[in-house]
């Protein structure tokens, strides 16, 4: 029974949803001002996690939002509009971060694990993460040293991580930013190891 309200009231917020994006077509600035009140944290939850400080978080929901009262007659409604915006936001967000990223990165693959040519590591992991990880990261010194770690990543493996950390779907990521879901899984994996190594050398190991 609990599943049926449910269903009915996600029809009913779908519905809501549509009309109001409808009325913003038209330039009705009421439904507009809905629209954002409906998805302003969201957005700014996302551009937060990609940007990495509110200065920029809050110049990239006003441009999403300046963006969807221009381009709202282009949602022709194919994806959910939630898509759509998601979209929005991870592409206005990197065009920031790239501009700003430049000479910020470092060698990713200095933190990736080398093998040797039989598929054995070239250095064997020295560190044992089954024990103490869950006290280590409790620690604000190891939490800015990965809040680091993440800025430093490529600016779309960085919208692919923050994205993921987000538990948005790797479909859905790879919507936004035109990647495969294989590509998708592959930046991530990618992403992951390279906070691995950042998080071994911190903690005075090879990163490989």
């Known amino acids: 029974m609990a599943g049926i309200f449910s269903q009915a009231r996600d029809q009913r917020t779908d519905q809501e949803e549509r009309k109001l994006i409808q009325q ?13 009140r409906r998805y302003v944290s969201r957005v700014y939850r996302q551009a937060l996690r990609i940007m990495g400080n509110e200065a920029d978080a809050e110049e990239v929901v006003q441009e ?39 000479g910020e990165e470092v060698p990713i ?19 044992d993460w089954s024990e103490g990880i869950d006290d280590l990261l409790v620690k604000e010194e190891l939490q800015e040293i990965i809040r680091q770690a993440i800025d430093q990543l490529p600016a779309v493996d960085k919208a692919v991580l923050v994205s993921d950390l987000d538990g948005v779907s790797n479909r859905q990521i790879g919507e936004a930013l035109g990647l495969s879901v294989q590509a998708v899984k592959a930046r991530l994996h990618r992403a992951r190891l390279f906070l691995r190594g950042k998080l071994a050398v911190y903690l005075g190991h090879s990163p490989t």
């Open 24 to 36: 913003v077509k038209v330039g009705d600035h009421e439904a507009f001002e809905g629209i954002f």
């Open 109 to 127: 693959d200095d933190y990736l694990p080398r093998f040797q040519e039989d598929g054995h590591h070239q250095v064997r992991p020295v560190i």
């Open 64 to 102: 999403v939002f300046l963006a969807v009262y221009k381009k709202a007659k282009t949602f022709r409604g194919q994806s959910a509009f939630s898509t759509w915006l998601f979209r929005l936001t991870v592409n206005t967000a990197l065009t920031k971060l790239r501009r700003r990223k430049k």
